[in-house]
């Protein structure tokens, strides 16, 4: 991978990454949802309960609402041809059901398809 | 050769390079029972019984009508034997407080570590074998694969991974290498390089890139999804 085609799969990784936390920060999943593969999978705990399935996150987006402070920080993006790593961590969640400064952090895994960069999983731990 | 654990029963921190093991292995060194296994590491059978439900001891299950068969590889015993290593809970008080704060905050990551690392053995141990069926306890039950073979996109149940495994066939000249391990907490991330691929479905020394996500899941690491990069020849 030369240097120019390195930084278009980052540019159009990061850009996936934003729909997602545009749609964290909005409080409004049907901005995240076209970054998502059909059949993205979401893995973690949420207290004691191991939430799964997406469907299971756009509903906690949609009933959270805004958490117009979110930081968001790219630790790092990996790429290995068509497929990619994204680690991003999340500080100031807050929300309806986030409470308020909690941190969450991420590992994204990422497919590319012939329309661009999906997320296939999201997988998170939040910091109690 | 014999396994390192005669020093001390509670275990003993073995800094192990597992892979060159796993190389110079051949799946075909079984040990068919449990007296056996237990014989391998000179213990009675209850205790092996109990490493294996207490500190993930590779034992593999045959199905069978009445009642199902264990058997364990030799290399895997082995790579566990070198890598298992003191619980937390084992520590006893005087021990832990003289320990040096730091020392058991990495001795707490190791642990971690060389749980996945032994999570990801047992996909390795499947993998070289061909059999799907191996590799199934390293899943967690709702796991997905995606990723592009050959131009098509596979996406969906774990289930075709361990279908795909089986039809390939043996594939005893794979050579994984553990280019990333990151823990955050309750999740990881596992960038595995995998060369010398062969079998019926893989072809002659293919090369696959796989990135597996782990979930720590009733006190076990889990896959939970695996997303690879096959590359083309």
């Known amino acids: 991978m030369t240097k120019s085609e390195y930084l278009t799969e980052y540019d159009g990784i990061v850009k996936t990454m934003q729909m997602y936390i545009d749609g964290s920060k909005q409080g409004k999943s049907e901005l995240?949802?076209?970054?998502?593969?059909?059949?993205?999978s979401f893995f973690g705990y949420a207290g004691e309960q191991l939430a799964i399935g997406t469907p299971f996150l756009f509903d906690w987006i949609d009933k959270n609402g805004p958490a117009s402070k979110i930081e968001p920080r790219v630790v790092s993006v990996d790429i290995l041809g068509s497929i990619a790593v994204v680690r991003l961590e999340v500080a100031g969640w807050s929300g309806k059901l986030a409470g308020s400064d909690a941190r969450m952090s991420d590992l994204f895994?990422?497919?590319k398809m012939p329309s661009g960069w999906t997320i296939i999983q999201k997988a998170f731990h939040w910091h109690a | 050769m014999r396994p390192q654990l005669d020093a001390a029963p509670s275990g003993i921190v073995f800094p192990a390079g597992v892979l060159g093991m796993s190389v110079r292995n051949t799946p075909q060194k079984t040990l068919e029972s449990w007296k056996q296994i237990a014989g391998y590491l000179?213990?009675?059978?209850?205790?092996?019984?109990?490493?294996?439900a207490s500190e993930g001891l590779p034992v593999h299950r045959r199905e069978h009508e009445k009642q199902d068969?264990?058997?364990a590889y030799r290399h895997e015993i082995e790579a566990w034997s070198r890598l298992r290593t003191k619980c937390p809970s084992e520590i006893s008080i005087d021990e832990g407080e003289s320990l040096p704060a730091v020392k058991s905050v990495s001795n707490a990551y190791l642990v971690e570590h060389d749980a996945i690392t032994r999570t990801m053995h047992c996909y390795i141990a499947g993998a070289r074998a061909g059999d799907g069926d191996l590799m199934r306890a390293a899943f967690h039950?709702?796991?997905?694969?995606?990723?592009?073979?050959?131009g098509i996109e596979y996406s969906g149940s774990v289930e075709h991974v361990f279908k795909w495994v089986t039809e390939n066939g043996p594939a005893p000249n794979i050579n994984p290498r553990f280019a990333r391990i990151e823990i955050i907490e309750s999740i990881a991330v596992v960038h595995l390089e995998v060369q010398h691929w062969s079998g019926k479905l893989a072809g002659a020394n293919a090369r696959a890139s796989d990135v597996f996500t782990l979930l720590k899941w009733n006190g076990e690491w889990k896959i939970t999804h695996k997303l690879f990069h096959w590359h083309d020849q």
Not at chain 1, 32 to 40: E, I, T, V, Y
Not at chain 2, 141 to 150: D, E, L, V
Request: proline residues 8%; hydrophobic residues 35%; positive net charge.
């Open chain 1, 32 to 40: 995240m949802r076209p970054a998502f593969h059909p059949d993205a």
């Open chain 1, 109 to 111: 895994t990422l497919l």
């Open chain 2, 42 to 52: 000179d213990r009675s059978e209850r205790t092996v019984r109990r490493w294996e």
């Open chain 2, 69 to 71: 068969t264990v058997f």
């Open chain 2, 141 to 150: 039950p709702s796991a997905t694969i995606s990723g592009y073979c050959q």
